[in-house]
């Protein structure tokens, strides 16, 4: 699986844009792009996932660019309850038995 | 709908005494089952993962040992405690069956339960 890159902190004003990178230069064509958040003491969370398109829903806005090599991951608009980690991982081969690997994440703190 | 339950939430236990930590899934048939580990101010490691009844994987080597006695049921074992056993342990699934593929890695979307503290003292 592609080894993706993340800024291990950021910040961000409540009712405001939430912005976190990921870079992911190896990924390959058949890979997807999942985001998952794990908030303090819980289970990690799905959020949102791609492979080539842009994707929405109601969590989140997942933008990928066309070359594939980076994607962003959107919250329109953060609350104080998005305050999280947030992990991009890069999933194509199968490899013990479709488990994720997660990595250190970007730590989210949204502020009031 | 589907659900994931793991206990207990929290577990204190001494050194040297044995470990059962269960994980039940509801609302699915044939799933890939999972144990994680997140030691403190870590990421999750893969510990053990199951892909039907009686087969299990180990990740790493390591005081543990992973059951799967039904379907929807994945046990987290150990003889024997030690220190360095302590973290939060998380159980997860994914829907299985026969796909191809193509279709795993899109729908690829891993569940996870609540979690269990363990704190080994």
Known sequence: ?112 | SQTIHQWPATLVQPVGSPLSLECTVEGTSNPNLYWYRQAAGRGLQLLFYSVGIGQISSEVPQNLSASRPQDRQFILSSKKLLLSDSGFYLCAWIAGGPKGLAELLAKNIQYFGAGTRLSVL
């Open chain 1, 1 to 112: 699986d592609a080894k993706t890159t993340q800024p291990p902190s950021m910040d961000c004003a409540e009712g405001r844009a939430a912005n976190l990178p990921c870079n992911h230069s190896t990924i390959s064509g058949n890979e997807y792009v999942y985001w998952y958040r794990q908030i303090h003491s819980q289970g990690p969370q799905y959020i949102i996932h791609g492979l080539k398109n842009n994707e929405t829903n109601e969590m989140a806005s997942l933008i990928i660019t066309e070359d594939r090599k980076s994607s962003t991951l959107i919250l329109p608009h953060a609350t104080l309850r998005d305050t999280a980690v947030y992990y991009c991982i890069v999933r194509g081969h199968y490899n013990s038995g479709y488990a994720l690997n997660f990595g250190k994440g970007t730590s989210l703190l949204v502020t009031p």
